[in-house]
C-alpha cells in the first residue's frame, strides 16, 4: 500500500489561487455566507433570528441583529459550560480560544474549530507566497519567539487557551511551516514550556546555535521581538557560556526543557568567541540581529496598531534587515494578508480573504457627519450607517468592521477602524487604524490610542535629544481630582533630568490636538496633564501579571489605556511611580 504523498507547496500557484478569490470577490462573499448560514441553519441562534433558508446578503442584515462579544456571551458561556447540542454551530465546539485580556482587563472567551486553523494556514501560505517573491528563503529555519499560554478545561471540560496556543498546537501549523521552509530552530518544549523566562533564553540559545541556518526571525507581534532581544543584552555572556562549555546554565530549571536543549547543545568553543568578539564591538547594539543572524532575510511580525511604538527600537535592532508586516486579524478570526511586502510597516496594508468569512463594513464618516447634523439627539437614537459589504467600500474612507465566520460569529463587531487604501483586483486592501472605542474621554474630549502614540512619539522625541527612550508606557483617566484629568505612565531606558521630563509633560498635553480636549483645557473642564515616571522592569511586571492569568507572551499587547476595572495593573503601575509632573501648557 502506498502512503499518501502530501502535495508540496508551491508560492506560485497559492498567488494564481488567490489572484482567481479576488477576482470576484462579491460573488466569492455570497457564496461564503450561504456556506455559514446553510452549515448552521439549525443552530439556536439562528433560528432564533428566523432566517428559514434565507442565506442571501439582504435577508441575513435585515434578520440578524449586530453584536458584541457581551451580546453573545450567554451563548458562549453554555458551550463553555459543556452544552454540546447546536447552539452557534451545526458542529460542536470542541476548544475554546481566549483572548489576551490587555484591553478589558480579563480574557474573553472565543468558539475555536478547524475552520479557523484551516483559515489561519491559507492566511499564512498566502502572505508567504508573496513574500517568498520578494524575499526568496532556501532551506532553512526560522527564530520564533512563540510561547504556548497554560492550556486549562473549561468547567464543561473542554480545552482553553489562546487563539495562538491552538494554532500551534495543531498538526497543520508544523506542516505549513515545514512547507514553507522555515521550520521553528527550538524544540516543542520550548514552544510549550510552562515558564516563559526559560522558553525565552532558550529561543535564543537555539538560534545562536542554528545562526548560520536562520533565514527569518519571527514573532507574533513587535513588542516580543524588542522585549527578546532586550533580553539578550543581559543574558548575552551565559550565552556564551552555554554554547561555550556545552552545558545549559541552572537559570532553567524545567525538566523537559533541560532534556530538549541537551540534545542539541554540544561544547562549541569557536561559536562562543565569535559571538562574544561581534556582541564586543557592537555599538549601543546596533544592527545586533544581522550580525548574528547573518543569512536573516526578513524579520516578520504584527507590527501595526499598538504595535508602532516598538518600531525605532526593532530597526536599530534589524539595521538596514527588512521589517514585514505580519497579516490582519485578532482572537476571534483571521481577515486579510499582507500581499504588498515591500511596504514599511507603518504604510502595511492587508488583502482581505472573501472565503474564510463573511466581512460587513459600517461607514464611519458617514456616522460623524449624522451626528454634526442631528447633534446629540443622534446618539440618543443610536443612528448608525448601514453597513455596506466588501465590495462596496470607497477608497480613502475608514469603517468598523463586522464579522461572520464558520466558529458561531454572526455581524460580531470587532472594534476595530480601518481604512480602504486601495483593492487588489475586486478584494479591498486594508490599512488598520485604530480600535473604535474611545481611549481617553472626560468631558467632550475624544481620544483614541492612536491620538496616544502621535502624543508619546512628539514628547520622545525630547528625550531622543537625551539619547534616551520610550521603553513603554500606557495611560488612564484620573477622575479622583476636580477636575479630572489624563495620567501618562512612562517607563524610560535611562535617568533624564527634572527639565526634559516637565517640557515631554508639557508636550504631551499640547499633542492631544483633538477639538473637544484642547477647548475643554483652556476652560479648566480638563485639569492639567500628569506625567508618571515608573521604574525600570514596571511594564515586564505587567507582562508578567497577564502571563499568571493565561495570556501567551507572543499575544501579549501593553495595555495601552487602563480602566478603573483593571485594578491589579492600577496597583502595579502606582507601586512603582518615581517621579510625576504637572503640565503648564495651558
Known amino acids: 500500500m502506498l502512503e499518501k504523498v502530501e502535495k508540496a507547496f508551491d508560492p506560485e500557484e497559492f498567488i494564481e489561487e488567490f489572484e482567481v478569490l479576488t477576482r470576484d470577490a462579491g460573488r466569492v462573499q455570497n457564496e461564503t455566507l450561504k456556506k455559514i448560514l446553510e452549515e448552521n441553519r439549525r443552530t439556536e441562534y439562528l433560528q432564533k433570528w428566523g432566517l428559514d433558508g434565507k442565506f442571501d446578503p439582504k435577508s441575513f ?59 489561519t494556514m491559507q492566511i499564512y501560505k498566502t502572505s508567504f507566497a508573496f513574500r517568498n517573491r520578494e524575499y526568496p528563503i532556501g532551506s532553512g529555519k526560522a527564530l520564533q519567539f512563540i510561547y504556548s499560554s497554560k492550556q486549562f478545561k473549561t468547567s464543561g471540560g473542554l480545552p482553553a487557551g489562546t487563539a495562538t496556543t491552538n494554532v500551534y498546537r495543531s498538526s497543520q501549523y508544523k506542516k505549513t511551516m515545514k512547507a514553507m521552509q522555515t521550520p521553528c530552530c527550538s524544540p516543542d518544549e520550548v514552544i510549550f514550556g510552562p515558564d516563559f523566562h526559560q522558553s525565552l533564553y532558550c529561543h535564543l540559545l537555539c538560534g545562536l546555535i542554528s545562526s548560520d541556518d536562520i533565514q527569518v526571525v519571527s514573532s507574533t507581534f513587535a ?67 544581522p550580525e548574528l543572524f547573518p543569512n536573516a532575510k526578513y524579520i516578520y511580525g504584527i507590527m501595526t496598531g499598538s504595535m508602532e511604538p516598538y518600531l525605532n527600537k526593532l530597526r536599530h535592532y534589524a539595521a538596514d534587515l527588512p521589517l514585514l508586516s505580519a497579516d490582519y486579524g485578532s482572537s476571534e ?44 439627539d443622534a446618539t440618543f437614537l443610536g443612528l448608525e450607517p448601514k453597513p455596506v459589504g466588501l465590495s462596496e467600500v470607497k477608497v480613502g474612507e475608514e469603517y468598523e468592521i463586522l464579522v461572520t465566520n464558520f466558529a458561531g460569529l454572526y455581524r ?16 479591498p486592501e486594508l490599512q488598520f487604524v485604530c480600535r473604535r472605542n474611545l481611549l481617553l474621554t472626560i468631558n467632550i474630549d475624544k481620544n483614541t490610542e492612536r491620538d496616544l502614540q502621535l502624543s508619546v512619539e512628539s514628547a520622545a522625541k525630547l528625550l531622543a535629544a537625551e539619547k534616551l527612550e520610550v521603553v513603554d508606557f ?90 478603573a476595572n483593571n485594578s491589579r495593573v492600577l496597583q502595579i503601575l502606582s507601586n512603582n511611580v518615581v517621579k510625576n509632573y504637572f503640565s503648564t501648557a495651558y
Open 412 to 427: 460580531y463587531r470587532l472594534g476595530d477602524v480601518v481604512k480602504v487604501m486601495g483593492f487588489h483586483n475586486s478584494t
Open 333 to 376: 478570526g483571521w481577515i486579510g494578508a499582507n500581499v504588498n511586502p515591500n511596504l514599511p510597516p507603518e504604510l502595511a496594508t492587508f488583502a482581505v480573504l472573501p472565503n474564510i468569512g463573511y466581512f460587513e463594513f459600517i461607514p464611519l464618516r458617514q456616522n460623524l457627519d449624522n451626528l454634526a447634523v442631528e447633534g446629540s
Open 474 to 563: 500606557s495611560s488612564r483617566v484620573d477622575l479622583s481630582t476636580d477636575p479630572g484629568h489624563y495620567v501618562i505612565y512612562w517607563e524610560i531606558s535611562g535617568e533624564a533630568n527634572d527639565e526634559i521630563l516637565r517640557e515631554c509633560c508639557n508636550c504631551l498635553d499640547k499633542s492631544f490636538v483633538d477639538a473637544g480636549y484642547m477647548s475643554s483645557r483652556k476652560v479648566n473642564a480638563i485639569g492639567p496633564l500628569e506625567l508618571r515616571v515608573l521604574r525600570k522592569g514596571t511594564f515586564h511586571e505587567v507582562l508578567d501579571h497577564f502571563v499568571g492569568m493565561g495570556c501567551a507572551v507572543s499575544q501579549f499587547k501593553t495595555p495601552r489605556c487602563v480602566g
Open 223 to 289: 513588542h516580543s521581538l524588542v522585549h527578546a532581544f532586550r533580553t539578550f543584552e543581559q543574558v548575552w555572556e551565559e550565552l556564551c557560556n552555554d554554547i561555550r562549555n556545552g552545558v545549559l546554565t541552572s537559570r532553567i530549571t524545567v525538566p523537559s526543557i533541560r532534556t530538549a536543549m541537551s540534545k542539541l547543545l554540544k561544547p562549541n568553543p569557536e561559536l562562543a568567541d565569535m559571538i562574544y568578539e561581534k556582541c564586543s564591538r557592537l555599538s549601543n547594539w546596533y544592527g545586533l540581529i
Open 61 to 119: 442584515a435585515e434578520l440578524v441583529p449586530i453584536v458584541t462579544h457581551k451580546d453573545l456571551e450567554p451563548f458562549i458561556r453554555r458551550i463553555v459550560d459543556g452544552d454540546a447540542s447546536p447552539i452557534l454551530t451545526g458542529k460542536p465546539i470542541k476548544t475554546i480560544s481566549l483572548s489576551s485580556g490587555t484591553t478589558q482587563g480579563k480574557p474573553k472567551f472565543v468558539p475555536f474549530n478547524d475552520d479557523l486553523v484551516e483559515s
